[in-house]
């Protein structure tokens, strides 16, 4: 026969492990990668404040600043600096880009609009927590639109199908999209050499 003692330390006990267990499911779930977030943002928008915070936009000059803009790595801030990408915020401005809005039927400023946005700068349409001090919309769709898949820290190539996100004619209409030649229109390569060894 069991003391009433021993009774309760074993209640206390289960009581403990209990509260550990959920603890720990609940701090796993945190750091779980969504399957289906495996694309490019924008688009869901079911994240905690700890996984916004943890991958958020840093901006395409700190990934210069950090890795990328190097002879070993292949500048590819300078080569992506100068590519159309860069300009497509600034883009949003023009005679044209007025015309598209008209015809969408946007009412307000492109530069401002998240319907046009979404396709023209990094993260689009996101909430300001998504963005660290250091990004920079002027700077239009930057490294991180195109190797950031949501949630995934690694290097990250995107396929056709993640192009097709913004290469669409869902909103205005635009050139046909040819994968491997518009790879090749904005090739930012490692240098072959430097592979080689890695
Ligand atoms: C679904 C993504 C997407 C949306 C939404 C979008 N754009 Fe674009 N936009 C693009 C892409 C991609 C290009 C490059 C076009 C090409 O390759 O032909 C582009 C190009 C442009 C250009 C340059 C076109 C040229 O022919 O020189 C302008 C101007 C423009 N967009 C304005 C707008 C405006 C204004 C809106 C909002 C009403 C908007 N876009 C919404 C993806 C989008
Ligand atoms: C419009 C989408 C897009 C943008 C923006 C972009 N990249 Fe890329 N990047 C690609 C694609 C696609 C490839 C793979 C090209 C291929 O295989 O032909 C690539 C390849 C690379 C590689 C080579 C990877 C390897 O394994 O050798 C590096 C490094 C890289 N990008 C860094 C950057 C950096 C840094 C920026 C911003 C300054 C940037 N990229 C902006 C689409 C993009
Ligand atoms: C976040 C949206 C977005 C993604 C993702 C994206 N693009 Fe673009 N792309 C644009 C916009 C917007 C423009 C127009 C910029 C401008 O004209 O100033 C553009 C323009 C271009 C252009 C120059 C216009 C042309 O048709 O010749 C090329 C090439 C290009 N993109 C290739 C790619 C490739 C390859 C990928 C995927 C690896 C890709 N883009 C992914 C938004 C995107």
């Known amino acids: 026969m069991k003391t009433i003692k021993e009774i309760a330390v074993s209640v206390f ?4 492990s209990l509260i550990l267990l959920t603890g ?4 796993n779930q945190a750091i779980v990668i969504p399957e289906k977030t495996s694309g490019l943002l924008p688009g869901d928008m079911s994240f905690s404040v700890q996984e916004k915070v943890k991958y958020r936009y840093i901006g395409m000059e700190k990934c210069a600043s950090v890795c990328h803009n190097n002879e070993d790595m292949g500048f590819q801030y300078n080569i992506m600096k100068d590519s159309p990408h860069s300009n497509a915020f600034k883009i ?17 400023n492109p530069q401002e609009s998240p319907v046009c946005l979404k396709c023209h700068i990094t993260g689009g349409g996101l909430d300001s927590s998504f963005f660290a001090t250091t ?13 950031k898949g949501a949630f995934i820290t690694k290097a990250f190539i995107p396929k056709e199908a993640d192009c097709l996100k913004c290469h669409n004619d869902s909103i205005h209409r635009m ?6 030649e518009n790879c090749e229109k904005i090739a930012h390569p490692r240098p072959k050499a430097k592979l080689k060894e890695t």
Do not use: P
């Open 24 to 27: 720990l499911i609940q701090s």
């Open 135 to 147: 990004y920079k919309k002027e700077d239009g769709v930057t490294c991180e639109a195109c190797h």
């Open 13 to 16: 006990m289960a009581f403990i």
């Open 92 to 108: 949003l401005v023009s005679d044209k880009a007025v015309r598209y809005a008209k015809k969408a039927n946007v009412k307000e």
């Open 175 to 180: 050139h046909h999209f040819n994968f491997r």
